[in-house]
Each structure stands twice: as C-alpha cells, then as structure tokens.
C-alpha cells in the first residue's frame, strides 16, 4: 500500500500542489491554469528557441505550459488555452486533454512512488448551475493516473476547513472564493454538515464590472486585481467592483442560510463558530470588513464567532487536499 501522499488544487485559474519533502517540510507549487499550443514548423521552432521557453512537442503541436504560455500568447498575438470553466473541466476543450495531464505532471511532479495517492479537490454540488461533477472527477483521475497516481477526490471547502480550523477541531465553515465558483463547507467536527458551490465568483464579477462600465473583460480584471479597497471605493470603476463583490457576498450568505432552512438533521453549533475565506478572490483588500458588514444584514443560522482570512489564501485547498491525505494514510 502506498504511504506517500500530495495534495491538489484543480482550480479554474490556478492549479496548486502541495507536498511534505523529505525533511518534513510543506511545499507547495502554484501554476497558472492555462496553455498555448503552437503548430510546429520553422518560423514557430526558432521563436521557441529564442524566447528560451520550455515546451513539450506532441505529434505535430507544441504546447508552452502555465505562466510561460501568457508570455508567448502576447508575443505572438494568440489566446491561451484553459482547460477548465466556471470551476470545472470544459467539455469544449476535450482535445485539450493529454495537456491536462502534462499540466498536472508540472505542478505535482512524478509519484515518489508507485501508485502515491493524491487528493485533489472537487466542487461541490452546484445551487445554480448545471455540471456534471463525474466527468469532471474522472477526467481529473484518469489524467493523475496516466502520470502513476492513485487519486481521491476531496470537497473543496472542506479542504479549506482541514488547513484553517484545525485549531477548532475542524468546526466551522470554509470558503474557497475562486475564479469560477464559491466553495462553502460548514463542517461539525471535521463531518460536512452543510456544502455546496456556486458560480458567483471572480469571473462573475468581471463580466458584470465589464458590462456596466462598458468595457472588456481583462479591463474589469485589471482593474479589481489592482490593489483596490472594496470597503472604501474611490471611484465610478471602484465603485462598480464593490457593489458587485458586495452582491456576491451576500448571494454567498443567503445560500448557506437556505441550505440550512432545508438540510435535514444539521448539528446544532452551541458555541460560535469561525468563517474562514480562502482563494484569490478573498484576496482584495476590505474583503473582510464587507464580508462582516453583509453578515450583519442576514439572520445567520449559526453563530459567528470571526470572520477571516486563511493564513495562505491561495494554498489553503492544495494544503488542505494534503492535510486530509495524511490524517487518513496515518
Ligand atoms: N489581488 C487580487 N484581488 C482580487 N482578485 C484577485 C486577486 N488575485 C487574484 N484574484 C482573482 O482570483 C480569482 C482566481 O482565484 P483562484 O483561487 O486562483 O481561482 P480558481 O480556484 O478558480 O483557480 C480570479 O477571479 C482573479 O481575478
Ligand atoms: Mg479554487
């Protein structure tokens, strides 16, 4: 039986890899979600050749994977690849596929032994969207087992609740504010009482930034990964950002209000609990406060002891994936 374990993140931006190396310490590797593929012929090669980045050469293609691919698509006027969409594999990029697995090869590395496990994280079941999680899992495991992996799947936001509420014994709730969708898992004593996704999320608030300010989408982006503080915006551009990080927020909340309304046999939590944040969209300054400002406008079904952010945002998935790995291989 293998004993060697890693953790993964398989988000639609990002994909994270955690490990414990051999002096027992935690590593973790983040890599951009994305890839380029080029037709090979001699214009292409000598590019290749002169900008130094690394490719991989499949039939008659050659794909430049991760940040690297950004840096070539604007040299070369093209668009990346993304494998994923709105939080899960696209089934519009099928073709994208042996990619994915070289993808997953660059942020893991190879099993230090034959079959090491790997917990990867998975959404949970949708409120408002329509995807079929099975051939998103089983595309991810067939790709982890192509590279020698055995692979198990892992709730997202009780991934974040494994790393950051492990001083609560594992009570209270978890978010993984992503790209494509929010991850929530309320979790009693390391068992989800509670979890769900939805696909109000960083892109979401692009697109809708985007439309109202009528301008394109990666201006919207810019303009939110800035450096802006929601809690104080400063102008129309700023403004838009925080009314709909705001709306999100509280879409977020009513959910997990509702799904508490009509989940059956839900622990009662006699002693408030954490809510601890997670993913690059937790990442903008006053995320917090407007998170504790739209507690206050809903009847919460539990009572909040902190909110917060977890200590390393965008690992929290991947470190929990790991976490959760070696509590059950030990
Ligand atoms: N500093 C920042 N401020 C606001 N949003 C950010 C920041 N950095 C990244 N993001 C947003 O975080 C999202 C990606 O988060 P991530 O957790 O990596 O997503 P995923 O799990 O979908 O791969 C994107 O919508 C991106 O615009
Ligand atoms: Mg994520």
């Known amino acids: 039986m293998p004993r060697l374990v890693k953790g993964l993140d398989v988000g639609t931006m990002n994909l994270v890899g955690a490990l414990v190396d051999d002096s027992g310490e935690t590593k973790v590797k983040l890599m951009r979600h ?21 490719y991989v050469e499949i039939g008659k293609k050659v794909y430049v994977l991760g940040d690297a691919a950004f840096e070539l698509a604007n040299i070369m006027n093209k668009t990346v690849r993304r494998p994923m969409q709105d939080g899960v594999i696209s089934p519009n990029e099928a073709d994208a596929l042996p990619v994915f697995a070289l993808l997953l090869e660059a942020v893991l590395g190879k099993p230090r032994e034959k079959g090491e496990i790997v917990y990867y994280s998975i959404p949970a079941d949708p409120v408002d969207a329509n995807f079929n999680i099975v051939y998103h899992s089983s595309i991810i495991e067939g790709a982890l087992k192509n590279i020698g992996y055995t692979s198990k799947p892992m709730n997202e936001g ?50 809708n930034v985007a439309q109202v300010l009528g301008i394109k989408v990666n201006r919207a982006t810019a303009i939110k990964e800035k450096g802006i503080d929601i809690a104080k915006p400063k102008s129309r551009e700023e403004e838009a950002v925080c009314i709909y990080y705001r709306n999100l927020i509280n879409y977020t909340l009513n959910n997990i ?21 997670a993913g690059g969209t937790s990442l903008i300054k006053g995320f917090v406060d407007v998170f504790k400002d739209e507690l206050k406008k809903v009847e919460f079904p539990i009572p909040i002891n902190d909110v917060r952010l977890a200590d390393d945002p965008l690992y929290a998935t991947a470190k929990g994936c790991l976490l959760a790995g070696l509590a059950e291989a030990s």
């Not at 994305?34 to 690394?54: A, R, S, W």
């Not at 991934?159 to 209270?172: I, N």
């Open 257 to 277: 209000v509702e799904k508490f309304k009509r989940a059956e046999n839900t622990p009662s939590f006699p002693d408030p609990v954490d809510i601890v944040c």
């Open 158 to 207: 009780h991934a974040v609740v494994f790393s950051s509420l492990a001083d609560k014994d594992f009570t209270g709730i978890g978010i993984s504010c992503g790209g494509g969708m929010f991850n929530v898992c309320v979790s009693y004593k390391s068992i989800p009482a509670v979890s769900f996704s939805t696909s109000r999320a960083g892109d979401w608030i692009d697109k």
């Open 34 to 54: 994305t890839f380029l593929d080029i037709d090979i012929n001699p214009f292409t090669k000598n590019m290749l050749t002169q900008t130094k980045v690394k």
